[in-house]
């Protein structure tokens, strides 16, 4: 409609300089090298991409994928039965589930994150209970547990929420028509639930994984000062050491595995991938 | 699924979910300094808390760009779901498409493209670049939000206005708002909540001068656990569901329906 024009100019404006612009200059600034306060003292290099290439940075990478992985599975294996039965409730209190699930992540994720740093720290309630029947202290977190703790705790929800409106959205004729046919409830679930609830699965991995590769908080409060993932990395080459064409050229690396792999998602959603909770 | 193996399961999820937030305001509770001991019931962190400035002051970025992001990104984001509603599919589709890179883009490289693209041009990093980034990121997500709504429209009336003079400010404030309210009010709260929550295009956008909470917390915490900040945590917690339980009352009364209620 012609009368709106002048909104959607502005928008599409908006949306050029302030969202792809960005993205745009990132790209370009890993292909360059010099002082990037002062443009004409860039040139083009691809040094960048072979200092992002270094052995340890490749191992870091692949630690982070591995976190994010098993952060996944994790989430998949509790939030699937967590979604499945939610569905099942009746309504009033599959809305107040549904909120319950979702409350927590309204709050700060820096105050989240921290709040573990308290229930697994030496003096904490876990380790003062497993002190007072004997069992002594257990380091908790400073190593891989804590981290995959942390991401689970925060990103749990994006896998339960997906899920769950897609096995909302089943068309209940579809369930009766199998138990018409004589299907037993394992066979409606196998087949006919399960399949049908899959954009829900690879919209939710999409939603953790996403995050989980990329993190540098839950990294560094729960793993502590040496630990390292790729965020970690990205984070340093940004904010202490200043060599912001290396970060920058490590961030796309990172940038194209997460293309790479949303796109695989996609294809095995079959385009019914939903990018948001929203 | 058998009844008690499902009771057992989303008891679990409750008491993970929760655990933490229980375990910290217990804290900030306890007259102790020291995490393991409990030495009785004291407001002191409380008190430590209001009369502390560096936390008044990040308190003031935080609200500030919340409700300042919340208002801006709102008002871009409702005009631009009203217009992209209406124009040609193909513009609607690249612009939506490009609309959802800072929801999908992770924190961290939505962050650092900011950072540099205000280097880029000479900004002064402080509240200013810090709202800017809030705003874009709002937008997004209000975008996403109100975009369904407008298919609730009964374009009749959109007609029917135009067909009687009505410029489209008219139609938007007597015709479209009143009919997406509920997807405004929505919006506005999931921007306002991402802002709250905030903390990876804050720390990369804000420079040294401006410190919210989220990047005091950082800080704090790597240095070490100072008990009034449970007491923060605790505040912030017990307001941010207060506030989601009352917005989801008034839908509740509303009787919206339930996509509605899912957000708040």
Redesign the interface.
């Known amino acids: ?1 012609k ?6 100019y ?3 404006i ?3 300089v ?6 745009l ?2 790209v370009l ?1 890993s292909f360059t090298s010099g002082d ?2 002062d443009l004409s003292s860039l040139t083009l290099t691809l040094d960048n991409y072979k200092a992002a290439l270094d052995p340890s940075y490749i191992g870091v990478m692949m630690h982070s994928l591995w976190l994010a992985f098993i952060t996944n599975v994790i989430c998949l294996v ?1 939030g699937y ?2 979604a ?3 569905t099942g409730l009746n ?1 009033r209190i599959r ?1 107040t ?5 979702l ?10 994150t ?6 697994l ?1 030496n ?3 876990i380790n ?1 209970v497993l002190e007072s029947i004997g069992l002594g202290t257990v380091q908790l977190m400073y190593n891989n547990f804590g981290v995959i703790l942390g991401m689970v ?1 925060n990103f ?1 929800p994006f896998m339960i929420l997906p899920i769950y409106l897609s096995l909302t959205r089943i068309d209940n004729a579809l369930v009766e028509a199998a138990r018409d046919l004589g299907a037993t409830s394992k066979d409606v679930f196998f087949k006919v639930k399960l399949p049908l609830s899959m954009p829900g699965v690879f919209s939710g991995t ?1 939603l953790v994984f ?2 989980a ?5 839950i990294s ?2 729960l793993g502590g ?1 040496q630990y390292v993932l790729i ?1 970690n990395l ?2 340093h080459k ?2 202490v050491q200043n060599d ?1 064409q290396v ?2 050229a490590i ?1 796309v690396i ?2 194209i595995i ?1 293309l790479v792999v ?1 796109g695989v998602l996609r294809k095995l959603a079959r385009g019914r991938l939903e ?2 909770l ?1 | ?1 058998v009844k008690p193996l ?1 009771r057992i ?2 008891g679990g ?2 008491l ?6 229980i ?2 305001a217990l ?1 900030s509770f306890n007259a102790s300094e ?3 001991r409990w030495e009785g019931f004291s407001l002191k962190w409380y008190g430590a808390l209001f009369s502390n400035a560096e936390i008044a002051e990040a308190l003031y970025y935080t609200l500030g760009v919340a409700l300042l992001a919340t208002i801006i990104a709102t008002a ?1 984001g409702v ?2 779901s ?3 509603f ?2 040609k599919a193909k ?1 609607k589709k690249h ?1 939506m498409t ?13 962050g ?6 205000f ?2 041009f000479r900004a002064r990093f402080g509240f200013s670049t810090m709202l ?1 980034a809030h705003i ?1 990121f709002d ?3 209000v975008i ?2 109100v975009m369904p709504k407008m298919m609730q429209i009964d374009f009749a009336q959109v007609e029917a206005a ?1 067909d009687l003079g009505a ?2 400010w008219v ?1 938007i404030g007597r015709v479209i708002l009143p009919q997406i309210k509920q997807g405004v009010l929505a919006g506005a709260l ?1 921007a306002f ?1 991402m802002s ?5 295009i804050s720390f ?1 956008t804000a420079g040294n001068r401006a410190t919210n ?2 990047i005091a ?2 800080s704090m ?2 240095r070490g ?1 100072k008990p009034y ?2 007491a ?2 605790t505040l ?2 017990v307001g ?2 207060l506030l ?2 009352f917005i ?1 009352r008034i839908n509740d009364s509303k009787k919206d329906n ?1 996509n509605g ?3 708040g």
């Open positions: 409609m009368k709106f024009d002048g909104i959607v502005f928008y599409g908006w949306v050029a302030l969202v792809v612009l960005p993205l200059i990132l600034l990037i306060y509790i039965p967590v499945y039965i939610i309504p809305n589930m549904v909120l319950l699930i409350a927590p992540m309204w709050s700060n994720f820096l105050l989240r921290y709040s573990w740093m308290l229930v720290g003096n904490g309630p003062s705790y749990l999409t996403l995050p590769i990329t993190t540098f908080v560094r409060l000062g965020g990205i984070e940004f904010m912001w970060g920058a961030a990172v940038a997460l949303l990018l948001s929203w | 699924m499902k399961l989303i999820l409750l993970f979910l929760y655990l933490p937030i375990v910290l804290y020291y995490l393991g871009i005009l631009a009203i217009g992209l209406y124009s513009i612009v490009a609309n959802y890179l800072p929801i999908v883009n992770p924190d961290l490289i939505t650092i493209s900011l950072m540099m693209f280097v880029f800017l874009i937008v997004a997500y996403v939000v135009m410029n489209q139609i999931l909540t709250i929550d905030d903390f990876v990369f909470l989220s917390i950082y915490a790597r656990i900040v449970n923060l945590a912030m917690f941010i569901i989601i339980f989801n339930e209620r899912l957000i």
